[in-house]
Nanobody, 115 residues
Framework: VQLQASGGGLVQAGGSLRLSCAAS????????MGWYRQAPGKQRELVAA???????NHADSVKGRFTISRDNTKNMLYLQMNNLKPEDTAVYYC??????????WGKGTLVTVSS
């Protein structure tokens, strides 16, 4: 299983970015999918998650601003990020997990939000 995250970059506060995660497998088979981020000097944290049934969960810090979605036909996972804030600056990772509890991670894409 390989995951490739893309779409990061430098954006001003208040701007938007859409992150994409391309999977080498059919993602509908997987139990859960999500986006995580890790800021410098901090632990990796969950940003948003989605189950195979479509139930979503967003961290309180991004609720109302970020939206996770997926396209099973393209084996893609997305994170739409609006109204970005400097504290959103981090490396963003996509993850998918199978029914056996094995997680697969992408390499990450850097998002930098300037004030």
């Amino acid at each position: 299983v390989q995951l490739q995250a893309s779409g990061g970059g430098l954006v001003q506060a208040g701007g938007s970015l859409r992150l994409s995660c391309a999977a080498s497998v059919r993602i509908f088979r997987f139990n859960d999918m999500g986006w995580y981020r890790q800021a410098p000097g901090k632990q990796r944290e969950l940003v948003a998650a989605m189950t195979t049934g479509g139930t979503t969960n967003h961290a309180d810090s991004v609720k109302g601003r970020f939206t996770i979605s997926r396209d099973n036909t393209k084996n893609m996972l997305y994170l739409q990020m609006n109204n970005l804030k400097p504290e959103d600056t981090a490396v963003y990772y996509c993850k998918i997990g199978d029914l056996y509890g094995i997680n697969y991670w992408g390499k990450g894409t850097l998002v930098t939000v300037s004030s």
